[in-house]
């Protein structure tokens, strides 16, 4: 008797399992629970790098509060790459592929618990041995395909675990090296680690699952964006609580509401997963997410940088505090449409929307105390025009193919 494909018997519980890779053409196939289990546990990651970032610029530390967040959020988004691409290849949800992840979580909650020293005093040790034991687990997973597997795959395999292994010495530098050095070692390694799945992959692609994949960073996407609504929350309890600055803090607030539920809209306006055809496509995409999850999770510090300095708690100008809001939302516009929308737009119109946009939103910064309410109904008109220029497109090739088909 054949056994059969992991993904037919996905969910039942099987101690063991040999694991083969998933088929990119399965049918159906979406975020399973345990990876919306392993997400939860990036919430925490991406709060503490948030609320570091917004310490660091409510006290004018700009310079080495963006490096910190940078540094930080590499770390964060790095480690929900390398379990992501992997288990949409080979998850097989049998008793040891559970175990093994529910490891790399405890690993991901020792990160985050190290964030806060990594940031203000360089000390790296907790955030390492974090990314030790996520790594580890990670191994494991590779070498168990490993030998589940023949030929090109099985040397792709105990290539990403070799390289993964490697990696992770590396990073021992953190550890090692003075203060002034270890920003240029993590861009070293941050270089190097995105490597490894391009040589990995060199003769062979893994099973991937372009929906499954699309889907999971949909999911990051709105993980990152839950923690800029929680920014906003503060905004509005602020607004109640500080009575003496309701006028001022409530534009906040409302600016701030739009500028999220707008980047909701603009990322999940086109269905990405048509483009992911092959590694080339996908690894841009996937790479360039950095900047999109990194620029949606700073709003949210950036809305509540405007909040310490409308109540007088932050020691920045209006304008700087205006800046950290209208910067990483402009960012996040022009990093989507980059990376994500203009594969899918068509026209000139269409294709200029949300770079122009995001200078609008630049332009924002110089508006005062009003910049993030002005901010918010400029993401706001994108929306509207976006929408528009659509339906007006999709209408009009309705016309045309009526037309050809009399």
């Known amino acids: 008797m054949s056994e059969p494909s992991p993904g037919a018997s996905h969910g039942s519980g099987h101690v063991l399992r040999r694991m083969t890779a ?5 049918a159906h196939r979406t975020a399973t629970p345990l990876e919306l289990f392993f997400d939860l546990c990036f919430v925490v990651a991406v709060a503490q790098a948030g609320r570091q970032l917004v310490h660091a610029l409510a006290e004018g530390h700009q310079g080495t509060g963006l490096i910190g967040y940078l540094m930080m959020f590499f770390a964060i988004w790095w480690a929900w790459v390398n379990f992501s691409w992997f288990s949409s290849a080979y998850d097989t949800d049998d008793v040891l592929y559970r175990v093994v992840t529910l490891v790399q979580m405890a690993g991901v909650l020792i990160l985050a618990a190290g964030i806060p020293r990594a940031f203000e005093h360089g000390e790296f040790t907790v955030v390492w041995f974090g990314y030790l034991v996520m790594r580890l687990a990670l191994v494991t997973q590779w070498l168990r395909a490993a030998r589940s597997c023949a030929g090109e795959e099985r040397r792709t395999a ?3 675990a070799v390289g993964v292994s490697l990696c992770q010495v590396g990073w021992l530098g953190l550890l090692l090296l003075p203060q002034h050095a270890k920003p240029w070692l993590f861009l070293v390694m941050a270089v190097v680690e995105m490597s490894v799945p391009a040589i990995a992959e060199h003769r062979h692609t893994t099973g991937w699952h372009p929906h499954h994949i699309a889907e999971r960073y949909g999911l990051f996407t709105i993980i990152v964006l839950g923690e800029t609504v929680s920014a906003a929350t503060v905004a509005v309890q602020s607004a109640v609580d500080e009575h003496e600055a309701l006028g001022t803090l409530l534009p906040i607030a409302g600016g701030g509401l739009l500028i999220i539920f707008a980047a909701y809209w603009i990322y999940f306006a086109v269905p990405i ?9 996908a ?3 996937g790479y360039g997410h950095y900047l999109v999850f990194g620029s949606a999770a700073a709003i949210g510090a950036g809305i509540e940088v405007a909040i310490e300095e409308a109540v007088g708690k932050a020691h920045i100008s209006t304008f700087a505090a205006s800046g950290a809001v209208t910067v990483a939302t402009a960012l996040f516009m022009f990093s989507v449409w980059l990376i994500h929308s203009r594969h899918h737009k068509r026209g000139l119109a269409q294709q200029l929307i949300l770079p122009v946009s995001a200078v609008l939103v630049l332009a924002c910064t110089f508006a005062g105390h009003a910049a993030v309410l002005l901010a918010g ?14 339906s007006r497109r999709a209408a009009a090739e309705r016309t045309t193919d009526t037309a050809e088909g009399k």
């Not at 998933?22 to 399965?26: K, L, Y």
Request: charged share 15%.
């Open 158 to 160: 105990l290539l990403y």
């Open 283 to 285: 690894f841009l995409w």
């Open 273 to 281: 997963h048509l483009h992911l055809a092959s590694n080339r496509q």
């Open 377 to 390: 109904v400029v993401a706001t008109a994108t929306v509207a025009v976006g929408v528009t220029l659509t």
């Open 22 to 26: 998933r088929g990119r053409d399965e």
